[in-house]
Every structure is written in structure tokens, then in C-alpha cells.
């Protein structure tokens, strides 16, 4: 995991507000869903929940996790928005971070939804966003490793 871990510096949060050390065993082999996403955004809030959905019901059995990555313009906002996703989160005040991670992986507009190699931080699948709101909503092939 130490592939998606250095990307992070560890401001990585759970649920309960706690910090989460991305090179933990539990995390080893795992796909890191990368999801850029913010409350005032109208197709982010249409996409969110296909995605709740999904992780809700795949997490575990296809070996994956996902960090949110928000764009919301305040704390509050992003407090509200995040109380219904049940994984992990950046740190709201790594506001750099998100820059540098939105740069990274070119993120153009959100929603934005990208799988990553936990151990190697390598992309997986830049578009599985695409993937799961209208190509295999399902996720059947997912990771929807490309080509």
C-alpha cells in the first residue's frame, strides 16, 4: 500500500474523525477508489448515491476502498455532505493536497471517479465513474482495468 499511502502523508480520516495509516496490513492488495466530489455539485449529489450503493454492496467481496476527495468550498458543507459516505476521507484542511492529487490525476470536473493499484498507486481505471453510472452499472468487470 505504500503506492496510494505516499500520495496522502497520512491525512487520511475514518468515520470517526481518527487517522488512518494507509500502509496497515488490512489495506495491502486493495483498490483505492480515488472519488472527487463536492455538495454544491448537482451531478455529484446524482452520483453519489449509485456509488454508496455499490460500495455498500461490493466493498468487501471485490477488495476495495475509496477515498473522498472533496471540492466543497467550506467545512460545514463538507461535513454535511460526507455524514452519508460510509469510507474514508482526506482531511477537509489539506485544501493543498487536493490541489496537487486534482493535478495529478487531471481531473478536469467533478464527479470524478479513478481506481488506483493500492500497493503500486498505479491507475487502474481512470474513468470508473463512467464505468458504473453507464457502462457496467453492476460492476461485473469491475475494476474496469484499461487497456
Not at 497520512?10 to 492488495?29: A, M, P, R, V, W
Not at 449509485?50 to 460500495?55: C, K, P
Amino acid at each position: 500500500m505504500a503506492g496510494v499511502a505516499k500520495l496522502f502523508d497520512g491525512h487520511i480520516l475514518n468515520k470517526s474523525n481518527e487517522s488512518i495509516d494507509l500502509t496497515d496490513q488490512k489495506y495491502k492488495g486493495k483498490i483505492i477508489g480515488l472519488y472527487f466530489s463536492a455538495h454544491w455539485c448537482p451531478p455529484c449529489r446524482g452520483f453519489t448515491p449509485v456509488l454508496i450503493n455499490f460500495y455498500k454492496s461490493h466493498a468487501e467481496e471485490k477488495n476495495f476502498e475509496i477515498i473522498f476527495i472533496s471540492s466543497d468550498r467550506d467545512e460545514a458543507s463538507f461535513n454535511e455532505y460526507y455524514k452519508d459516505m460510509p469510507w474514508l476521507t482526506l482531511d477537509f484542511k489539506e485544501r493543498k493536497k487536493k490541489e496537487e492529487l486534482g493535478k495529478q490525476f487531471k481531473v478536469a470536473g467533478i464527479p470524478t471517479f479513478i481506481l488506483l493499484d493500492g500497493d503500486s498507486g498505479d491507475i487502474i481505471c481512470a474513468d470508473a465513474r463512467g464505468q458504473l453510472q453507464s457502462q457496467d452499472t453492476e460492476g461485473k468487470n469491475f475494476p474496469w482495468k484499461s487497456t
